[in-house]
């Protein structure tokens, strides 16, 4: 059986660390650890069996949470492996190795800019405040910077914990009620807004336009709906790099007729007037992001590390 962990041990940094931090460490360019692949290891000191990153280095986020799967065997002593072990990996035979679904939701998504410059792994805080490594498990993470993270929790099947409470900002929600498809944007602001992407415009030195497939009627029209990242939230981005991989991917996807799912948080879509080349003018609904961070697409299939 296949064993999978939402935290491993970090070799190089002796600290525990989730995918989420993992991938926050490989795309940071101003870190020392930036497109590093770290050793990760069993967190039992008395294992330590090496794991494999499982969708932290790839360039395209599928479905698939991120997380850590098991490479080699683990010490027989190892606690994950004692009966009624408490916070347990989840198992599955070796032809299901991908349908790892994250267990800890967050209760925060913290929307603050992250520094340029601070400490590795920053991007999550736990409630005890510490990495604990002993015998006894530490608390989870409550708030994370991540909507990577919130995006899987919600794509999971866990229904149970979906009815856990999420704050964002000034709202306090269950994580189903927080996300809303793009059509229906108009019912609530405050959320995070999804659904799929059928069209990518780049902006030379200005950004990136997504266009949602789903339209929206306001007075009886029908209007297309756009997510805008202003070029300078690019720019001033640690993760500028990452991201620019990841808008290639997307052009690549929807040229090749594959599904891409986005989301996106902090933004509300607004009646904006759009001037074409000809000088003709129309209307449309456009939300503008205040980081990259912001959103999180999720690709149909996962592609190249």
Not at 106 to 113: A, F
Not at 131 to 157: A, F, I, M, P, Q
Request: aromatic share 10%.
């Amino acid at each position: 059986m296949a064993m999978k962990f939402g935290r491993a041990h970090c070799e190089e940094l002796k600290k525990l660390l989730s995918p989420y931090q993992a991938r926050d460490l490989y795309t940071n360019e101003d870190g020392e650890h930036y497109a590093q692949e770290l050793t990760f290891l069993c967190e039992d000191q008395r294992c330590r069996a090496l794991l494999t990153p499982v969708g932290i280095y790839m360039a395209r986020k599928s479905k698939r949470a991120l997380h850590f799967r098991t490479k080699d065997t683990h010490a027989s002593d190892c606690d994950f492996l004692q009966p009624g072990a408490s916070s347990a990996p989840s198992r599955s035979p070796a032809g299901q190795e991908d349908d790892f679904k994250p267990s800890d939701f967050p209760t925060e998504l913290d929307l603050s800019p992250c520094p340029r410059k601070g400490a590795a792994g920053g991007g999550e805080t736990t409630t005890s405040g510490t990495d604990d490594e002993t015998g006894s498990r530490r608390k989870t993470s409550t708030r994370t910077r991540y909507l990577d993270l919130v995006v899987d929790c919600y794509l999971s099947e866990d229904n149970a914990s979906k009815n856990q409470l999420l704050t964002i900002a000034d709202k306090t929600k269950t994580f189903t009620r927080f996300f809303k498809n793009i059509q229906y944007f108009q019912d609530e602001t405050g959320l995070i807004y999804h659904g799929l992407i059928d069209d990518l415009r780049l902006y030379a030195g200005k950004g990136v336009g997504l266009r949602f497939t789903e339209l929206v009627w306001v007075n009886k029209k029908r209007y297309r709906i756009w997510a805008y990242v202003p070029q300078k939230r690019i720019d001033e981005s640690r993760r500028r790099k990452a991201f620019l991989t990841e808008i290639d991917e997307l052009e690549k996807a929807i040229k090749a007729g594959e599904q891409v799912h986005a989301f996106f948080v902090g933004a509300y879509p607004l009646r904006s007037t759009v001037e074409n080349r000809d000088g003709s003018q129309f209307e449309v609904y456009r939300a503008e992001l205040s980081s990259i961070d912001h959103l999180s697409l999720v690709f149909a299939e996962p592609n190249q590390r």
